[in-house]
């Protein structure tokens, strides 16, 4: 477990404003903590034909149950990757989409999602299909199916009450995941400054390229110069696909993750977006900016500083379903929140009792 | 100009059925002569939102309109390609489908569709449109379109009187241009046999794998047993992506093509299909099959025959669209059939006054 010291204020004016796609309601600390749990790279509906494909769902079920129970968190976010779209012969994902999110809604627990690049992934025909043996299971698909957009897949997340998702700006498309979320006090509400700013971001990929944009960036700008003047509030951001900041302090692939970096696994090479316009200098240039959590690389669990003054740490979440590559232990990154105090970054691996590790 | 000599026999019972999705009207000859114009890669569409884009299909129209008035063909072949949808932002592409036969359709000549890999590709967003510029004409486009189905764009293209197009069996989805015609003597109706049976095939690519499949071999193995249970009437071939057997004769990259080979540009390597599923073998074990025509490689315009004893010819058309990389002189393959003689394979180019060499 490492601990990370990060001061916090609570002097300012809070300003919630529809413009920046914020959440409806709001959510509060419990007492002095904020717990937060990051599902990544689910993959639901991965091998959807295929015998495997339906099990490896239910395992990424058990390690949701496990990690929720053990945790009892204060929001779960789906950090991206939730399906893998490009296994779907169908017109309609959703289905995918709330098995996925089941496990959280069972437990009441409320949740934000952002996009990854296999959500909306065009269905990538396997040749083998074309032999003698034909499609499997034709007479139950649709033909000329076209998949589900981003757009679809967030208006169906947003339909269960406990979502905080958000539909973002049309400016913004064809990114769609792009909005804020302020965490409130024990007693307060949403007409009282926030102890803790959330951003999540569209990194886009399936159809169209892997990057934040510059109207994202621009945006983001806006949000965060209305929402926290002052960077004053202690603030998070979460996204999919690594940006290049990740690229420039990585560990070296293969070698053991040492302070002031924390994680545990380290076995792969970042996989950045295609561009990087500008995004992470911004952030780093926040001193309320403390950490931002990505997935996408199933192979990296780390979290390590930028070189900037402000010490903000670049996280991997950890690999979640057992859909996608790699057999790294299934696991979930827990945020911790302590008010007033500190933000303790825990790694938290359904594998610990060797259950999930297949 | 190539003379390939083939006899021809005319006994025999027509079995004009259906079920083979044959065309629904009858072709006939002129006289003693057929005569077909192959447009292949035509690209139209490409660079739809750029100021060249227009312009090259504006070219691509004076290059079928010059070879119409030469060559008065009695069909036309669009070989696939006919679009490059990847670059349209549009939910309906067939405005330029439309476009891109209108040469054809304002002489009231008849035609035959195949599809190409580019014709039902997905949108590829360049990723400029991610910078600060924004996305140009957003205004203009819709949001969340999913592009135009191979259903679809069949659907449009058969709706209009002189198409001969078919919209194959839906077992054989997700490939739709599949379908047999019959060529009758000028007199004769579609009640006798007749003097010439095309097969068209869909070659796959854009959204499933360049293939033809089991099932479309199994197919025209089924529909040319039926038609020409004999054997006795010749048989052309059309689709748009090479096979393995292609791969297999071709002369060297950048050789002169020499006898028994004809054609004038050889400058590419064969970009075949994925896989070889058996349909060439089929092909080239049956005496009526004469030629088979595909598109795809811009730089390769040459016709060998194949090394069995049926002397079956495998060609490449002429790039005609100036849509598609490539800056070879565009043009167009002729096939001139000689009613109980010959077919004459000429190669017709645009470009031999100059005029369209850019």
Redesign the interface.
């Known amino acids: 477990m490492a601990a990370v010291g990060w001061l916090w204020c609570f002097i300012g004016v809070l300003l919630l404003n529809w413009r920046w796609g914020l959440s409806s309601s709001s959510l509060n600390f419990r007492g002095n903590t904020f717990t937060m749990a990051l599902f990544a790279d689910l993959h639901f509906g991965e091998a959807a034909s295929e015998e495997w494909g339906p099990l490896q769902d239910v395992k990424s079920q058990r390690v949701m149950s496990f990690v929720l129970d053990a945790e009892k968190p204060d929001l779960v976010i789906f950090l991206g990757d939730i399906l893998t779209a490009n296994n779907m012969v169908c017109h309609n994902a959703t289905n995918y989409w709330t098995q996925a999110i089941s496990a959280t809604l069972q437990r009441n627990i409320s949740w934000a999602s952002v996009f990854g690049n296999h959500d909306d992934m ?1 269905f990538e ?1 396997p ?1 083998d299909w ?3 043996a ?1 499609i499997p299971g034709e007479d139950n698909i649709d ?2 199916f ?2 589900t ?4 897949l967030m208006a169906h997340d947003m339909s269960f009450g406990a979502s905080f998702s958000v539909k973002g700006s ?1 400016s913004l ?2 990114s769609v995941s792009n909005y804020a979320m302020q965490i409130f006090s024990q007693n307060s509400t949403n007409l009282e400054e926030p102890l803790l700013i959330l951003y999540f971001l569209d990194s ?1 990929g399936g ?3 892997e ?1 934040i ?3 994202q960036i621009s945006w983001f700008h806006e949000v965060a110069s209305e929402l926290n003047p002052d960077q004053r509030v202690p603030e998070l951001a979460f996204w999919h696909i690594p940006t290049q900041g990740y690229v420039d302090i990585a560990p070296p692939p293969g070698s053991r993750i040492e302070s002031p970096c924390v994680g545990s696994i380290n076995l792969e090479t970042v996989a950045p977006q ?2 990087e ?1 500008g995004f992470m200098e911004l952030l780093s240039e926040r001193r309320s900016m403390k950490a931002a959590f990505v997935g996408h690389n199933h192979g990296l669990d780390w979290c390590c500083p930028t070189k900037s003054a402000g010490m903000m740490y670049l996280c991997f979440a950890r690999h979640t379903g057992y859909g996608g590559y790699g057999t790294w232990t299934r696991g979930a990154r827990i945020i911790e929140q302590l008010n007033e105090l500190d933000i303790w970054d825990k790694i938290h691996s359904g594998g610990v009792n060797g259950v999930y590790n297949v």
Request: aromatic content about 18%.
């Open positions: 065009s025909w040749v074309f032999g003698v034909g033909h000329y076209r998949g957009t981003r757009a679809e049309r498309w064809p886009g159809s169209y390229p990057l944009s510059a109207r295609v561009v316009l």
